[in-house]
Nanobody
């Protein structure tokens, strides 16, 4: 079965950096798009960054220039490098992919940015 396992979350001060990782298993990783979502308390889950099988990337406006999504197909892993973190980036971050009609999610990793 498909499994996504995240790591790299934590507590950081404003202006700091974190790198999130998501290791995938059970799929031909290189064939599928990957996305990073986040959900803050009381807010809807939102797509933060995505990367296609062809390495095309997209970002929500609020993180452009600060976050970078990348993938290492040999390691079946997608990354989210987060720089210049702001308190409003505080959320649970989730890794996601979809295979036809099915969606798959990681367990989520907490990112907390203090001011």
């Amino acid at each position: 079965q498909v499994q996504l396992v995240e790591s790299g979350g934590g507590l950081v001060q404003a202006g700091g950096s974190l790198r999130l990782s998501c290791a995938a298993s059970g799929i031909r990783f290189s064939f599928y798009p990957m996305g990073w979502y986040r959900q803050a308390p009381g807010r809807q889950r939102e797509l933060v960054a995505s990367i296609t099988s062809g390495d095309t990337t997209n970002y929500i406006d609020s993180v452009k220039g600060r976050f970078t999504v990348s993938r290492d197909n040999a390691k079946n892993t997608v990354y989210l490098q987060m720089n210049s973190l702001k308190p409003e980036d505080t959320a649970v971050y989730y890794c996601n992919t979809h295979v036809w009609a099915r969606q798959y999610w990681g367990q989520g990793t907490q990112v907390t940015v203090s001011s």
